[in-house]
Structures are given as C-alpha cells and as structure tokens.
C-alpha cells in the first residue's frame, strides 16, 4: 500500500507563498499520479493539480489556480510539492494530497491533510 503525509501548512498573510509538501511511502513504484485537493466546511472537496509520478512529468490544473499554484515533484525523495503564491483568503482550507495507482480509475489512497489559513 501507499502512505501519504502532507506538510507545510501554515497561516499567511493574503498575497504570500506557502509550499506545501506530499511525502509518499510503501509502495511507490504503484503511484501513477499525484494530486492535490482542498476542501472547506460545508463545500465539496475541490481538485487543484496532479502530476504523474514517473516519467516524463505531465501537470494539470484547475483553472481557477492556474498562474498561482505549481505542482511538482521529487522523486528522489518520494515527494511532491505544490507551490502557492498571490493566496487569498479564500484559498483557507485544509489540503490534501493523493495518489491514483496504476491501473485504478481515481485517487484512490488521501493524505490527512494540512490546514492553510490565508489572513486578510
């Protein structure tokens, strides 16, 4: 199985940068993408970005962070980042990321998730 843990959540002020960390482990070699989600009380959780795990790395993003968030990864380190920048308060939610295995149709395996808190 695959583990994930997420770090660097944090509190920022609007318009500041956070980096946020996925720290995979088990079995990585059955990670086929990575993605990154977020979700508030009382909405659905929204997907961000995902970035496959090997190989030549291909990204998507949902529109409304494009410009904004940049999501990559570190192989050498079983890890992906997503990069933040010009946040808004109404990026403050609690992030998680998540792994889609070989084979499986969606995100199968969820990190804990951190909490970001963009300050007015």
């Known amino acids: 199985q695959v583990q994930l843990v997420e770090s660097g959540g944090d509190i920022v002020p609007a318009g500041g940068s956070l980096r946020l960390s996925c720290a995979a482990s088990?079995?990585?070699?059955?990670?086929?993408?990575v993605g990154w989600f977020r979700q508030t009380p009382g909405k659905e959780r929204e997907f961000l970005a995902a970035?496959?795990?090997?190989?030549?790395?291909?990204?998507y993003y949902v529109d409304s962070v494009k410009g904004r968030f940049t999501v990559s990864r570190d192989n050498a380190m079983n890890a992906v980042h997503l990069q933040m920048s010009s946040l808004k308060p109404e990026d403050t939610a609690v992030y998680h990321c998540?792994?889609?295995?070989?084979?499986?149709?969606?995100?199968?395996?969820w990190g804990q998730g951190t909490q970001v808190t963009v300050s007015s």
């Open positions: 998540a792994a889609r295995e070989v084979g499986a149709s969606d995100f199968g395996t």
């Open positions: 088990g079995r990585t070699s059955r990670i086929y993408a």
């Open positions: 970035i496959t795990w090997s190989g030549s790395s291909s990204t």
